[in-house]
């Protein structure tokens, strides 16, 4: 009687169409992996068994996910509420202890061993906790998030960790914390904090397609044009003036100053490289100060765009059927680098073509469409913040790697949500959907 009534308890409530997405996500992900090791000269059953391959690594973190995510649909929902703030402050803690206890993966010093060959990355795990933080914040009676106080706590809320990220050189996980500004404007933040922070994206891609004196003179022309076609409002109001010269003053000192001294000195050689190799543009190394500084090496060698190339290739060789399962030459080959990780999307590519890989979006999509749907159908304000924050989560990674791996976007270690090998971001995602199911199954209670 007692076991009926669990059973009952865990599946009440629960969004079974995300539990079975998540299932078919995790599962493709695992062939994935599989496609691009597999060995005709191995048995694929014991090499599934053995844990020595990344495929079967990635079966056992599923498992381990499995039965984190039973562990989630067992607990009380007002736990993650009531230790929101506390957790947010471990995982802060985590990340600061990675510059001691550290190893370094790829460049990065971003990972914490744990034995058994097994590592994990604070700066994955801690997009959990901001997203609760944030949600327990936002959702308290005393936050008016219409002041700028609330909305710069909230900022720095989530832009900590992205710092932090930055400093242990993750780039690509620093800017998915830009993704919970989604859930802010969900809340009230102001458009035109998001329309300034486009601007500035378009003003620092300008930056490194125009020559500097052609784009200063454009945005001064702009200026003049501004303050000609609003000359009779000027007369009325000074401080119209004020403002037209003050962001004109802004753009030409972020185009000459702001941008090339954050390509210089803040971003590593390869970092600027790659964001310009987007554009379709070369950066020039020697002008990198961060190379200069490295004691007893050279001069920096510009990287090329060996890894994009190689992705366009496998993707560009699938067509519009694609090859067929395990019939990939360049995946199978090892032509593209960090296959089975950040480039995991080649494979489905060259094996499955256009309508594979369309097919593979739309469940993506459907994933997001069912997560948002059910944020609108929270009564507490914390549900429905932190169901926006999972949203724009996923969509980022989904968005991010995509593009990088079809040379849209510069490579930044960003991995496909669910498919991607790596216990870390397995795990990452299973909490961040799992939590917002307890959460969803608990919706009529108003949590803060």
């Not at 009926?4 to 299932?23: E, K, P, V």
């Not at 936050?143 to 909305?151: I, R």
């Not at 945005?219 to 403002?243: C, E, P």
Request: hydrophobic share 50%.
């Amino acid at each position: 009687m007692s076991s009926r009534n669990n059973q009952n308890t865990i599946s009440q409530g629960l969004d079974w169409t995300i539990i079975w997405l998540y299932a078919i996500l995790v599962s493709i992900g695992i062939l994935c992996i599989f496609m691009v090791e597999y060995r005709p000269d191995t048995n694929w059953f014991q090499s599934f068994l053995g844990g020595k391959t990344n495929y079967s690594k990635q079966l056992i973190f599923a498992g381990f996910c499995a039965i984190v995510a039973m562990f989630i649909l067992l607990t009380d929902s007002k736990l993650f509420t009531a230790f929101a703030n506390l957790l947010y402050g471990f995982g802060i803690l985590l990340m600061l202890a990675t510059f001691v206890l550290g190893k370094s993966i790829n460049g990065s010093k971003s990972w914490i061993p744990i034995g058994g060959g097994f590592n994990l990355q604070p700066a994955e795990v801690c997009k959990i906790f901001t997203a609760l933080a944030l949600a327990k914040f936002l959702s308290r009676q005393e936050t008016d998030f219409s002041k700028l106080k609330s909305q710069l706590l909230a900022g720095v809320i989530a832009s900590l960790p992205a710092v932090l990220s930055i400093m242990q050189h993750e780039l690509g996980l620093a800017l998915v914390y830009s993704a919970f500004l989604v859930a802010m404007y969900r809340e009230g933040l102001p458009a035109q904090i998001l329309i300034f922070g486009s601007s500035f994206a378009i003003l620092v891609i300008a930056t490194l397609i125009v020559e500097p004196n052609t784009l200063a003179l454009s945005l001064t022309a702009i200026a003049a044009f501004l303050i000609f076609l609003l000359r009779k409002q000027l007369k009325k109001t000074k401080g119209l003036l004020v403002l037209i010269i003050g962001i004109w003053l802004f753009c030409v000192g972020t185009q000459r100053f702001v941008v090339p001294y954050i390509f210089n000195n803040v971003l590593e050689c390869y970092q600027s490289t790659r964001i310009y190799s987007m554009v379709g543009k070369e950066y020039d190394c020697t002008k990198n100060k961060k190379s200069e500084k490295k004691a007893g090496e050279k001069a920096a060698r510009k990287p090329d765009d060996y890894n994009v190339r190689q992705s366009k290739i496998a993707i560009g060789s699938g067509g519009v059927t694609g090859k067929g399962f395990l019939k990939g030459t360049q995946t199978r080959g090892k032509y593209v680098p960090e296959q089975h990780t950040d480039f995991i999307f080649t494979s489905l590519g060259e094996a499955f073509g256009f309508i594979g890989c369309i097919a593979f979006l739309s469940i993506y999509l459907f994933l997001l469409f069912r997560i948002v749907k059910m944020a609108e159908r929270q009564r507490s304000t914390f549900s429905r913040v932190y169901a926006y924050s999972v949203a724009s989560i996923i969509f980022f990674h989904i968005a991010v790697n995509v593009s990088m791996t079809i040379g849209l976007f510069p490579i930044v270690g960003i991995p496909l949500p669910l498919i991607s090998y790596g216990g870390s971001s397995l795990l990452t995602f299973t909490i961040l959907i799992f939590i917002l199911l307890r959460l969803d199954a608990d919706r009529q209670m108003v949590l803060r």
